[in-house]
Structures are given as C-alpha cells and as structure tokens.
C-alpha cells in the first residue's frame, strides 16, 4: 500500500505562482510514474502532468510553457507559474507502479486563482 500526502492549494490570484507536492509513504518502491492531475467543477478529470521513474515528462497543452513537474525520492511538485482563473480545480497526486500495475491517488488540493 501507498499513502500520498498532498501539500495545501489556495488562492492566488492571476499571474501567480503555488507550488503543490506530494510525499509518498509506505510500498514506494518502484514507483514507475508520478503525475498530477485535476479536476474542475464540472469538468472530467485531466491529466496535467507527468513524470517517469526516469524523468521524462509530459504536459497538457493548457500548462506547457507555465507548470514544471519534478520528482526527488518519494515526493512530487507541481511548480505553477503565470496561473489563470481556468487554472482553478482539485488537484490530485497520482502514482503508478508497473510492476504491480497499481495506481494509487492523493485526496486532492483546491487551488483557486482569482482574476
């Protein structure tokens, strides 16, 4: 079992900057990908970003150039630059092990970005 524990969201207004982590404990080892996703009101969930055991990423259009994913251990971060009102959603941790072929999800963070 993995248990992800997701920094505190907020509110920040247009233009900001927030920076999400999420520590993971327990059965880490091979923790094949990490990634962060969200949710609007509404909206399906979407994948925001993502990053490889080996560190490869990957990022939806919507954020390219504005969030950075980054790994080190067991934790992830979502550094997110230049947010935007439609930024505003639950963000969620996710982890995926291969081997295992599990995937485990944080509870989720509210990130709210006034304009």
């Known amino acids: 079992q993995v248990q992800l524990v997701e920094s505190a969201g907020g509110l920040v207004q247009a233009g900001g900057s927030l920076r999400l982590s999420c520590v993971a404990s327990g059965s880490t080892l091979s923790i094949d990908r990490m990634a962060w996703y969200r949710q609007a009101p509404g909206k399906q969930r979407e994948l925001v970003a993502s990053?490889?055991?080996?560190?490869s990423t990957r990022y939806t259009d919507s954020v390219k150039g504005r969030f950075t994913i980054s790994r080190a251990d067991s934790t992830v971060y979502l550094q997110m630059n230049s947010l935007k009102p439609e930024d505003t959603a639950v963000y969620y941790c996710n982890i995926y092990q291969g081997k295992a072929g599990t995937y485990y999800w944080g509870e989720g963070t509210l990130v709210t970005v006034s304009s």
């Open positions: 990053i490889t055991e080996s560190g």
